[in-house]
Every structure is written in C-alpha cells, then in structure tokens.
C-alpha cells in the first residue's frame, strides 16, 4: 500500500452524511451509525473532529451497514489511491436516479414485511451500484486505451 495520502476531511463526511441518509431506513446520526457499525461514537466522533483517520477495517463495517464498497470509504479517506482498488477516480456520493428513490419511497411505504422491503431495496441499490461499476470500469479501458495511443513511439 503506498503512503497514505492526505484526506479531505470535509468531502469525506460530506459523502458518508449523504450515504447514510440515503440508507434504507435513513440513519439518522453518526451515533446510530457507530452503533450499527460495532464502532465507538467516540471513535466516529474523532474522525470527524480530525483527532483520529479512520482504518481500513472500522471504515469496511461501515460501509457493510451503509450497502456501499468498502473500497470507495477507504479512498475517501485517502488511505489507498483509486487506481488501487480498480476505480477510475475518487468516488462521488451515491446518488440514486429520481426513479429508483421513488421505486425506494413506494416499496417503504407499503405493507409489505420489512425484510422483504430490504431485500428489494437492496436489489436495487446493487443493480444501481453494478451499473456505476460498470461505467468506471469502461472510463479505464478508455484511459489505458487513451495512454497506449499517446505513447510516443
């Protein structure tokens, strides 16, 4: 792993706060976050107040409870490179096209068993997140195709 490199901190919790209201149901707190994680508020509460980087492994909990890669917290936090874990660039929060919140709000509204809503809801979250996948890895096909034809020869 190379050095770590420095982190913004700000854009970090930018993107968890936004994860963690987007998670079905919404966490409301970084409390409840810890909480579900198996982590210490205090621990959460000094990576936010810049006492503390997260680790690889408190950071992958999270992103167990959150539904996103462990990979896209650990180069938020600056802890590896993106090209490392075989994403294109830093990761942008997750932001579900307006259809599918709406599929999320009508599936939580009904009557439906709630492990049968998370199941649904999970699927499609990973169809969302398979499509993003998707879509970084063509951009470095591009990319390395893009460095084989500006070589000089």
């Given at each position: 792993m190379r050095t770590k490199r420095e982190w913004n901190r700000e854009a970090f919790f930018r993107w968890l706060d936004a994860a963690r209201k987007n998670a079905v149901p919404p966490i409301p707190h970084?409390?409840?976050?810890?909480?579900?994680?198996?982590?210490?508020?205090s621990t959460l509460s000094n990576w936010r107040n810049g006492k503390q980087?997260?680790?690889?492994?408190?950071?992958?909990?999270?992103?167990?409870?959150?539904?996103?890669?462990?990979?896209?917290?650990?180069?938020l936090a600056g802890l590896m490179e993106p090209d490392q874990v075989g994403l294109a660039e830093v990761p942008s929060p997750a932001h579900l096209p307006p259809e599918d919140e709406e599929s999320i709000r009508m599936i939580m509204a009904s009557d439906l068993p709630e492990d049968v809503k998370a199941d649904l809801v999970?699927?499609?979250?990973?169809?969302?997140?398979?499509?993003?996948?998707?879509?970084?890895?063509?951009?470095?096909?591009?990319?390395?195709?893009?460095?084989?034809?500006?070589?000089?020869?």
């Open positions: 970084d409390g409840a976050l810890a909480e579900l994680a198996g982590i210490s508020h980087r997260p680790t690889t492994d408190k950071l992958a909990a999270i992103a167990d409870v959150l539904g996103v890669p462990a990979r896209d917290l650990w180069v999970g699927e499609i979250r990973r169809l969302q997140q398979q499509h993003v996948d998707e879509r970084a890895s063509f951009a470095q096909r591009l990319l390395a195709m893009a460095r084989r034809v500006a070589r000089p020869t």
